[in-house]
């Protein structure tokens, strides 16, 4: 079994205050706090800090703390031996699960874990048992941490109090220490005005919006108003002086790169009571908007299957959102602009034609090799490549070499805590900032061998034979083999059905 002595040279330093702790004090005075009893625990253990992660979230979740997935994701790289951090609780006190992806992570590559308290080795099998130990304690006190908030917060609604972010046209306010809302007059009148051009003007959302956005009105969070904004205020029951909680609840995510998903409850689990808010509108207004709502609601056009054999490809030129497919009451379908009059839309089958056409003079180009590459260029510029990292390796191992010099300094006297910490710091960026431009010139040497036209040709040539029999959901997965992005633009300068569409291909021609 390895010692100790052995996991001095690359530590990583895990900070994390919990949205759920004390506050006592500040963010930035308990991380302070925390990093000098590391740094003094560093100095006393002859521990070399590489790199310090800091975050403020709760640990119920792994995939909700981003600077734990980059420490995990730089652990499995090979670059800690070590990670220290205020106590095993701070690594994480989420579902058995996500403790164990943790663990096993820091298991597998040999870290150690150290704490002011203690030193573990995962490897040792009473170690190993401590921290599990350590972290099954960790987790029921989370969940008894959230038993007694959730009591609280279900009294506080019961009792008519408000404890989200204000919506739009009420501020926050408070009748004692119960957290209530209070008019905001100037967002109240657009408010009055939605429900009034809704229900007694009969304008649908999408007009309402652009009257409210032609007036120069804004919502909070965004510079214009939106059909689904207008339809989220019509839908909304705080308007009317109650309040409705748990008509909905957050799935976890299960990767890093999930999106936030909410799963709408049965009403049977509704909250609802009668807020310390006063209403904007009446109950009968509201009543009647829904009302209207009901009888105007049409099927989702979405039903989870592409329709668009172009779907994420092309964007619009002017604002640079997705153009998206819209069909026509006589068949066929146009692909357009979500926002109105940025941009013209356009007849599918146009696209398809400039589409065909490109991919038609492409193939017959390389089937003769024109675009062949030419191989002593190449090679040129492979070699300046080469160099350069070449160079920057000297310099990263020059990089290197200070940072294992540090320590020395350190226990010499040279510097001092703060200093090493801040020197430590900035090595490590200029580290990974030599190691981001070795990579970017790495990937610039390989790009040299980036596929011609002729390794694309037996897909192009099937896509061009078999477009008519394929689905749209087959042509979009072909298409966007040969097909980085295409940018489109009509405006009324162009005549007829004429349009520029510019196409980023993902093979060099």
Same mark, same amino acid.
């Given at each position: 079994m390895k010692s100790f002595s052995d996991y001095r040279s690359r530590v990583a330093v895990y900070l994390r205050k919990s949205r759920m702790d004390s506050d006592a004090e500040s963010v930035d005075e308990t991380l302070a706090r925390h990093a000098e009893t590391l740094a003094e625990l560093a100095e006393r253990l002859g521990l070399n800090i590489v790199k310090i992660y800091k975050e403020v979230v709760s640990g119920d979740?792994?995939?909700?703390?981003?600077?734990?997935?980059?420490l995990l994701n730089d652990i499995e790289n090979g670059c800690y031996s070590a990670v220290c951090c205020m106590d095993i609780d701070r690594l994480g006190r989420s579902s058995q699960k996500d403790g164990g992806i943790i663990l096993e992570t820091l298991q597998e590559h040999d870290v150690f874990i150290i704490t002011p308290s203690k030193t573990y080795n995962?490897?040792?099998?009473?170690?190993?048992?401590?921290?599990?130990?350590?972290?099954?304690?960790?987790?029921?006190?989370?969940?008894?941490?959230?038993?007694?908030?959730?009591?609280?917060?279900?009294?506080?609604?019961?009792?008519?109090?408000?404890?989200?972010?204000p919506p739009f046209g009420y501020r926050r306010a408070y009748l004692g220490k119960k957290p209530t809302l209070e008019i905001c007059e100037d967002e109240a009148d657009i408010i009055r005005s939605v429900f009034d051009m809704y229900?007694?003007?009969?304008?649908?959302?999408?007009?309402?919006?652009?009257?409210?956005?032609?007036?120069?009105?804004?919502?909070?969070?965004?510079?214009?108003?939106?059909?689904?904004?207008?339809?989220?205020?019509?839908?909304?029951?705080?308007?009317?002086?109650?309040?409705?909680?748990?008509?909905?609840?957050?799935?976890?995510?299960?990767?890093?790169?999930?999106k936030n998903r909410y799963i709408p409850n049965p009403e049977c689990d509704w909250i609802t009571s009668e807020g310390l808010h006063p209403a904007i509108i009446t109950q009968e207004l509201f009543d009647e908007a829904q009302r209207i709502c009901e009888s105007r609601s049409h099927p989702p056009t979405c039903q989870d299957e592409i329709k668009n054999p172009f779907a994420g490809l092309i964007?619009?030129?002017?604002?640079?959102?997705?153009?998206?497919?819209?069909?026509?009451?006589?068949?066929?379908?146009?692909?357009?602009?979500?926002?109105?009059?940025?941009?013209?839309?356009?007849?599918?089958?146009?696209?398809e034609n400039v589409v065909f056409d490109a991919l038609?003079?492409?193939?017959?180009?390389?089937?003769?090799d024109v675009f062949a590459k030419s191989e002593s260029v190449n090679a040129e510029r492979a070699e300046v490549i080469r160099r350069l990292i070449s160079g920057m390796q000297k310099e990263l191992k020059q990089l290197n070499s200070q940072k294992n010099s540090l320590h020395d300094f350190l226990e010499?006297?040279?510097?001092?805590?703060?200093?090493?910490? =801040?020197?430590?710091?900035?090595? =490590?960026?200029?580290?990974?900032?030599?190691?981001?431009?070795?990579?970017?010139?790495?990937?610039?040497?390989?790009?040299?061998?980036?596929p011609r036209a002729n390794d694309a040709a037996p897909t192009t040539e099937y896509l061009l034979n078999c477009y008519s029999i394929l689905s749209p959901a087959?042509?979009?997965?072909?298409?966007?083999?040969?097909?980085?992005?295409?940018?489109?633009?009509?405006?009324?300068?162009?005549?007829?059905?004429?349009?520029?569409?510019?196409?980023?291909?993902?093979?060099?021609?």
């Open positions: 979740g792994l995939f909700t703390r981003p600077e734990m997935i980059r995962l490897n040792d099998e009473l170690d190993e048992q401590s921290v599990e130990m350590q972290s099954f304690i960790a987790r029921q006190e989370l969940k008894s941490i959230k038993r007694r908030l959730r009591r609280g917060l279900n009294k506080t609604l019961e009792n008519g109090g408000h404890i989200a972010e229900v007694n003007q009969g304008l649908g959302s999408q007009t309402i919006a652009e009257h409210l956005n032609a007036a120069g009105l804004r919502p909070r969070k965004n510079d214009h108003f939106s059909r689904t904004t207008i339809q989220f205020y019509l839908k909304n029951p705080i308007y009317t002086g109650k309040i409705v909680w748990n008509r909905k609840h957050r799935v976890k995510k299960k990767t890093y790169t999930d964007r619009c030129q002017n604002c640079g959102r997705i153009m998206q497919r819209q069909c026509g009451k006589h068949g066929g379908s146009r692909l357009l602009c979500v926002n109105k009059g940025c941009n013209r839309s356009i007849k599918t089958e146009h696209i038609r003079d492409i193939l017959s180009n390389a089937k003769y010499k006297g040279v510097y001092d805590i703060p200093t090493f910490l =801040e020197r430590s710091q900035s090595i =490590e960026k200029r580290t990974a900032s030599c190691e981001a431009e070795i990579a970017k010139a790495q990937s610039a040497l390989v790009s040299l061998t980036i087959e042509k979009n997965i072909i298409l966007k083999t040969l097909i980085k992005s295409m940018s489109y633009l009509r405006t009324p300068q162009h005549i007829g059905s004429s349009f520029d569409l510019s196409i980023n291909w993902r093979y060099e021609i």
